[in-house]
């Protein structure tokens, strides 16, 4: 059985940084990319960070370039979203989700959670201003 475990959500004010962290179980990384999407209340869900194991190629939604950077440790299984210079308008809930691509990351767009086949159960990251 797949299982991805997030921590690291908070509470932080604008201008600081936070870490998430996904523990991935029950497969290899293999094909899959590992991301991040999260949920804000009465806003459609969107693609913030995914990255791919196989050539470490990574997709960035625009309002967080420059500011978040993903990276995976293959032998830890794990994925890891690095977020600096948080705004308030990145408070919503994080899911770290796993979804096997076709091809390039670079023909996806922020709806990619939609093919997600695996995800946790989300942690929450408050930026206060």
């Known amino acids: 059985e797949v299982q991805l475990m997030e921590s690291g959500g908070g509470l932080v004010q604008a201008g600081g940084s936070l870490r998430l962290s996904c523990a991935v179980s029950?497969?290899?990384?293999?094909?899959?990319?590992i991301g991040w999407f999260r949920q804000s209340p009465g806003k459609e869900p969107e693609g913030v960070s995914c990255?791919?194991?196989?050539?470490?190629?990574?997709w960035h939604l625009d309002s967080v370039k420059g500011r978040f950077t993903i990276s995976i440790d293959n032998a830890k299984n794990t994925v890891t979203l690095q977020m600096n210079s948080l705004k308030p308008e990145d408070t919503a809930v994080y899911y770290c989700?796993?979804?096997?691509?076709?091809?390039?990351?670079?023909?996806?767009?922020?709806?990619?959670?939609?093919?997600?086949?695996?995800r946790g159960q989300g942690t929450l990251v408050t930026v206060s201003s």
């Open positions: 989700a796993g979804f096997r691509p076709y091809g390039s990351l670079r023909g996806y767009d922020r709806t990619w959670y939609k093919y997600v086949e695996v």
């Open positions: 029950g497969v290899t990384l293999g094909d899959y990319a």
């Open positions: 990255i791919k194991r196989s050539d470490f190629s990574t």
